[in-house]
């Protein structure tokens, strides 16, 4: 302020003393131009290379990461579909070892009873009673016409009654040998159905196995998108394991709700068992920090026996044999089960406690008449026996927080992978962002630059248009602009 | 190997659990004054609603001692109950116990108030208990109308060291020559603030409203 001060010649008149100090700073600016140009360029080129490379090198990295994070989810979506196939085709064996392997005898069982139904049913075929001898006889003299004799009306008469007595002896054999016929037919049925059963049960066990195959064939499936690295395949890896993600997360956190109990159940007992006026670090007290150990010790024992069960497997187990794994599953059980104990104890204990803290409350207050009245009531059982029995089940419910441990560990990586990389790109896109920004500010400060000595440099445009330098500049071109489009771009 | 997983968390956690313990006491100990002379006497029961409400809240670890405020207050003598709680739930109920019935006792015998009434006696006596005590949080109650009334040979007029700890005046009464003039209440508080500040007291509160007793440790650090 001081120098413009100095500077103003006039200082009762200002504005003309501000315009001939721009009349006079004009033609020193105009001189100073193209200096000032590659100034201002270098300088706003300093901020915005720098920031550009960044941005390339963090796109890269990006690229990278996600090259990395398509390994790595592939390989686990290998893993994971190998096992699954293994999964099915243990099914498709231990079908097949269940129930095939019956077949033949199942086949034979069949063959039976199809052959002993087709003897069965040529026996019950129906065989018309050959006609006798006689009844041409009959039909000989039933030609002969009636006479009026006597004695031919009476030989008539007694053949007829012959003939129906012989009739009801046919139908009388006719319907006895049909009834046969339909006993052996009745006598069929179990077979029938012994067959039809057989049948179902292929057909169950074919349809299974069907099912197995098309799952299998899915698998296998996904195996070849997996292999072939597939956009397809990473899509569907990364959905399923946000998905896996999010679940597993909430498993967790319902999981920590639980051990945020089980922690207040044990806090009070274990104050008195390592002192409530101990404190570790700041205002954690010892009994805070002993509950907390419990809380974990459970925790970790549940962890191993999920691991040693095979239910998890965060751990290299694979080296452990049978027999030192069945150890291990039990030596962990052992100890929760002695966990659960204590905590059961524990809860008993702070039932004590919070019971003799109420009684001398109410006798400091005195009111030894109401505890006297309401001591013999057995709701105050009930909080008792919920204490206990959440001291002993949490310890259990925590060990399976295993599982979803070891889902949100592994989902966790592809989860955070896909973030990072994501937050990375943003981070490059932004430094981007600025470096176009600075570039744009820096070309808008030369312009700005220009628009200040319009004037030298009109005149300069007019006498150049003139001069016989007109043909060689390119059209529309001036100096100045030409250097600092010139200037302005960017060595990336 | 299994061994190995097992013995490792116990082991850092014990190291955690010895290199971090706090080496400062949280512990508090309370040191309450209860003015027996003249009139006040009378004012007793409230004394007691006030040393059960502080057996209430008192932990694991703390210190109590009631003592009485009387013609001369410093000496053991005027400690009519101290208790130092234990670490176990059950012994502490019993000590507060056997606390509220001293206490109890001492306020079905005490038949008439002393003469005088030598508070600067007593919150020396309480000072040098609370500094035995070593604990972290330090506090005196008065539970006095904080009128001093001293003998011609009781000598009380120096300073007094009360450095660290916490003052909170209970149930100040008014006296019929406050109700008269009542700067001379208030130039009396604030003549014992004064005099509780230059000694180095952490804090100096009052409390007349023994309903919301809650208010004597608000804010407590």
Known sequence: ?492 | MSRRFWIIPVLALSLFAISCADQRTHAQAVYMLVDTSGTYSKELDKAQRVVSYMLGTLKAGDSFAVARVKSRSFSEKDIIAKVSLGKDPMQMNNQKREFAHKVGTFKADLKKGSAYTDITGGMIQASEFLNETGAGQKTILIFSDMQEELDYKTVRDFPIDLKGIRIIALNVTKLTTDNVDPRRYMGRLEWWEKRARDAGASDWKVVNDLEHLERIFKGRG
């Open chain 1, 1 to 492: 302020m001081e120098i413009l001060h100095a500077l103003i010649v006039w200082p009762d008149q200002l504005l003309l003393s501000l315009l001939l100090l721009f009349f006079i700073a004009v033609p020193i600016l105009y001189g100073a131009r193209q200096a000032m140009h590659s100034l201002l360029h270098a300088m706003f080129r300093a901020v915005s290379n720098p920031l550009r490379l960044m941005s390339r090198w963090l796109f890269k990295s990006a690229d990278a990461l996600r090259e990395r994070n398509k390994l790595v989810l592939l390989s686990r979506g290998r893993e994971e579909v190998s096992l699954n196939i293994v999964k099915e085709f243990d099914r498709v064996t231990s079908l097949v070892e269940r129930d095939l392997h019956g077949y033949p005898a199942l086949q034979r069982k069949l063959m039976d009873e199809i052959t002993r139904i087709e003897e069965e049913f040529q026996k019950c075929g129906e065989v018309p009673p050959p006609p006798p001898e006689w009844t041409k006889a009959v039909a000989a003299i039933a030609k002969i016409k009636p006479s009026g004799d006597g004695l031919v009306e009476r030989i008539l008469e007694d053949i007829s009654n012959s003939i129906d007595d012989v009739y009801d002896k046919v139908v009388a054999e006719y319907r006895e040998s049909s009834k046969q016929r339909h006993n052996i037919l009745k006598n069929f049925m179990p077979f029938w159905r012994s067959v039809d059963r057989s049948l179902k049960r292929v057909d169950k066990d074919l349809t299974g196995m069907q099912q197995s195959a098309a799952k299998i064939d899915e698998q296998v499936e996904k195996f070849k998108q997996i292999h072939a690295k597939s956009e397809n395949a990473e899509h569907s890896l990364t959905s399923s394991s946000t998905i896996l993600f999010v679940i597993s997360l909430l498993a967790i956190t319902i999981a920590a709700g639980g051990a945020f109990v089980n922690f207040w159940l044990i806090e009070r007992p274990m104050a008195a068992m390592v002192g409530g006026s101990e404190y570790i670090v700041g205002d954690i007290q010892a009994s805070y920090l002993a509950a907390m150990v419990i809380i974990f010790f459970e925790t970790l024992m549940g962890l191993f026996l999920m691991e040693s069960l095979g239910y998890t497997h965060l751990f290299p187990l694979n080296n452990l044999n049978n027999r030192m794994r069945r150890w291990l599953v039990w030596i962990s059980f052992s100890i929760l089960l002695i966990l659960a104990g204590v905590e059961v104890a524990l809860a008993v204990m702070r039932d004590l406690i919070i019971s003799a803290d109420i009684a001398l409350k109410q006798e400091l207050a005195g009111g030894s008449a109401v505890t006297a009245a309401v001591a013999n009531s057995w709701a105050l059982d009930i909080p008792k026996a919920a204490q206990m029995i959440l001291g002993f089940t949490l310890p259990f419910a925590l060990a399976f927080v295993a599982i979803p441990l070891e889902y949100l560990i592994h989902s966790g990586r592809t989860v955070f992978g896909a973030l990072l990389v994501l937050s990375i790109r943003a981070l490059g896109f932004a430094m981007r962002f600025i470096s176009t920004m600075v570039h744009q500010i820096g070309k808008g400060t030369g312009y700005l630059y220009d628009a200040i000595i319009f004037l030298p440099l009109i005149i300069e445009r007019a006498v150049m248009n003139r001069g016989p330098r007109q043909a060689t500049l390119p059209p529309g071109s001036s100096g100045g602009m030409a250097a600092l489009s010139k200037h302005g771009e960017h060595v990336l």
